[in-house]
């Protein structure tokens, strides 16, 4: 049974984090990121940053994985959006 709550973790950790990825794509392919809010991604990227936290202080690998490539990818878009302001 755990080994199947494990799977549903990793499914989900891997499906929202994958999500990320187009938009970090467009942000660097197209050099701007005008349709991304400055304020919610900020808040966004500390909120995935207390996550991470949570999941290390649980030692959930899934939430840990998930929210360490979440954050780099939350990160670079930014990134992005402070420079190409």
Do not use: C, E
Not at 12 to 20: D, E, G, K, Q, S
Not at 31 to 51: C, D, E, N, P, Q
Not at 61 to 71: F, G
Request: proline share 2%.
């Amino acid at each position: 049974m755990m080994q199947y709550v494990d799977s549903v973790g990793y499914l989900a950790a891997f499906l929202t984090t994958i999500a990320f990825v187009p938009q970090a794509w467009m942000t660097w392919k197209n050099k701007h990121a005008r349709g991304v809010s400055l304020g919610m991604y900020i808040i966004f990227t500390v909120g995935i940053a207390l996550w991470l936290a949570y999941g290390i202080l649980i030692q959930v690998w899934p939430m840990i994985i998930a929210n360490t490539i979440t954050l780099l990818l939350a990160s670079f878009i930014l990134v992005m959006k402070i420079i190409y302001k």
